[in-house]
């Protein structure tokens, strides 16, 4: 069913995206690069795709799902290293004979079927053994998926940075797909430009996905609604509304279905957006103490109009009644950008989508 709250993952329910799906299955299967990124906003089908990916590839694979800690201030060795002892484990349960593999690698102990890595920091286990082990099991190939990967800028006391590397370098076999919608965040943390670290110059396969367009929202709810049976018309009105963010479109149609009534479909959409974007706003504020209000002010300006960078220096210092440095707005807006809460478009900068613009508007 189209019209379902969790990630897609078989082809016949994901919405177009025939040539993003093309392009990652070419890049990780028979390309078999070893990094491949898949970009977007929140809620505009990263996991769908990826998830289909897998599926269409055939291959093992490995998914750690970062979403969950982000509203955690840091991660810790322990969180990941326990997310990688689930996934193996799930891994071992499809493949035993991996099993033979893990043995012998210090940090790892097998009780029964059981796979247990060790956190602690006198038996750390190796991530980069680990990727060895699996490497020369996985003689087709195996994806390592890293689903919304700029949370491991929060890492404190480990850093996956040279692993990736490593593995880019030396495993032939181990191909990551990793995921951001936090796009300048995920690219500050992967710092392939940057000379000093440890993945620069490396070529990765980049798949960007983008909101719908005006007829492919109408494309997806007809398709949607005919699923169910329901006639629906007013497409335009609800592009104007919502935008072509694939995860607002689904909670509407699944609303539709339930009340049969467009208003009250669309305000409890509305509602329930606006709901989760101030929440997740509220996770890129927690480290920014004093510069809250800065930021929401900075959000409620351009909600309301797109706005240059002198209108948001004045309607700021306007508001908060105080001078605040250019160089400190820049910083702002830089923040506001690689978090993708903003975008800037001919010179001014706007909210990244309709919701996001309601949620502060609000
Ligand atoms: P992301 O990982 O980018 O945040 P998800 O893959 O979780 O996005 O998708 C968000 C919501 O939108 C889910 O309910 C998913 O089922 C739906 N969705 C996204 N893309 C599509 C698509 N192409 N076809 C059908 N449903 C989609
Ligand atoms: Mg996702």
Redesign the pocket.
Same mark, same amino acid.
Request: include cysteine; aromatic fraction near 12%.
């Given at each position: 069913m189209?019209f379902?709250? $969790? %990630?897609?993952d078989s082809r016949s329910? #994901?919405? @177009? $995206?025939e040539a993003e799906l093309g392009k990652v299955v070419e890049y990780v299967g028979r390309l078999g690069l070893p990094i491949t990124l898949v970009l977007?906003? $929140? $809620?505009?089908?990263? /996991? /769908?795709?990826i998830l289909v990916t897998l599926k269409e590839l055939g291959l093992p694979s490995i998914y750690i799902d970062l979403r969950k800690f982000e509203e955690r201030q840091y991660l810790s060795y322990r969180d990941f290293v326990l997310e990688l002892q689930r996934e193996v484990n799930n891994l071992v349960r499809r493949f035993p004979r991996l099993l033979d593999f893990l043995g012998n690698i210090s940090g790892v102990s097998i009780m029964g079927d059981q796979v247990l890595l060790s956190w602690k920091s006198n038996d750390r286990v190796s991530l980069a053994s680990l990727l060895d082990a699996v490497n020369d099991w996985a003689s087709n190939g195996i994806v390592v998926v890293l @689903?919304e990967a700029q949370e491991l800028i929060k890492a404190r006391g480990f850093n996956i940075l040279p692993i990736l590397a490593y593995a880019y370098d030396n495993l032939r076999n181990v191909r990551f797909i990793i /995921?951001g /919608?936090k796009m300048g965040l995920l690219y500050r943390f992967l710092k392939v430009k940057d000379p000093e670290s440890p993945l620069f110059g490396r070529a990765m396969g980049i798949v960007e #996905?983008v909101p719908f367009t005006r007829e492919q929202v109408a494309e997806?709810l007809r398709c949607g609604f005919k699923e169910l049976g329901i006639e629906f018309s007013d497409f335009d009105r609800l592009y104007e509304r919502l935008g072509g963010i %694939?995860?607002w #479109?689904?909670?509407f149609g699944l609303k539709y279905y339930e009340y049969r009534d467009l208003d009250r479909a669309l305000n409890e959409t509305v509602n329930y957006a606006t709901m989760l974007i101030r929440q997740e706003f509220e996770n890129f504020l927690a480290d920014k103490a004093i510069a809250r209000d800065r930021y929401l002010t900075i959000m409620r300006i351009v909600s309301r109009e797109c706005a240059g960078w002198g209108e948001i220096k004045n309607g700021l210092e306007v508001t908060l009644g105080m001078e605040i440095s250019d160089s400190r707005i820049s910083e702002y807006l830089r923040q506001l950008l690689d978090s993708a809460w903003i975008i800037k478009l001919n010179d001014k900068y706007c909210s990244a989508e309709p919701l996001i613009g309601m949620a502060f508007r609000a």
């Amino acid at each position: 069913m189209l019209f379902d709250l $969790r %990630p897609k993952d078989s082809r016949s329910n #994901l919405f @177009d $995206r025939e040539a993003e799906l093309g392009k990652v299955v070419e890049y990780v299967g028979r390309l078999g690069l070893p990094i491949t990124l898949v970009l977007g906003f $929140r $809620r505009v089908g990263k /996991s /769908s795709l990826i998830l289909v990916t897998l599926k269409e590839l055939g291959l093992p694979s490995i998914y750690i799902d970062l979403r969950k800690f982000e509203e955690r201030q840091y991660l810790s060795y322990r969180d990941f290293v326990l997310e990688l002892q689930r996934e193996v484990n799930n891994l071992v349960r499809r493949f035993p004979r991996l099993l033979d593999f893990l043995g012998n690698i210090s940090g790892v102990s097998i009780m029964g079927d059981q796979v247990l890595l060790s956190w602690k920091s006198n038996d750390r286990v190796s991530l980069a053994s680990l990727l060895d082990a699996v490497n020369d099991w996985a003689s087709n190939g195996i994806v390592v998926v890293l @689903d919304e990967a700029q949370e491991l800028i929060k890492a404190r006391g480990f850093n996956i940075l040279p692993i990736l590397a490593y593995a880019y370098d030396n495993l032939r076999n181990v191909r990551f797909i990793i /995921s951001g /919608s936090k796009m300048g965040l995920l690219y500050r943390f992967l710092k392939v430009k940057d000379p000093e670290s440890p993945l620069f110059g490396r070529a990765m396969g980049i798949v960007e #996905l983008v909101p719908f367009t005006r007829e492919q929202v109408a494309e997806f709810l007809r398709c949607g609604f005919k699923e169910l049976g329901i006639e629906f018309s007013d497409f335009d009105r609800l592009y104007e509304r919502l935008g072509g963010i %694939p995860g607002w #479109l689904t909670y509407f149609g699944l609303k539709y279905y339930e009340y049969r009534d467009l208003d009250r479909a669309l305000n409890e959409t509305v509602n329930y957006a606006t709901m989760l974007i101030r929440q997740e706003f509220e996770n890129f504020l927690a480290d920014k103490a004093i510069a809250r209000d800065r930021y929401l002010t900075i959000m409620r300006i351009v909600s309301r109009e797109c706005a240059g960078w002198g209108e948001i220096k004045n309607g700021l210092e306007v508001t908060l009644g105080m001078e605040i440095s250019d160089s400190r707005i820049s910083e702002y807006l830089r923040q506001l950008l690689d978090s993708a809460w903003i975008i800037k478009l001919n010179d001014k900068y706007c909210s990244a989508e309709p919701l996001i613009g309601m949620a502060f508007r609000a």
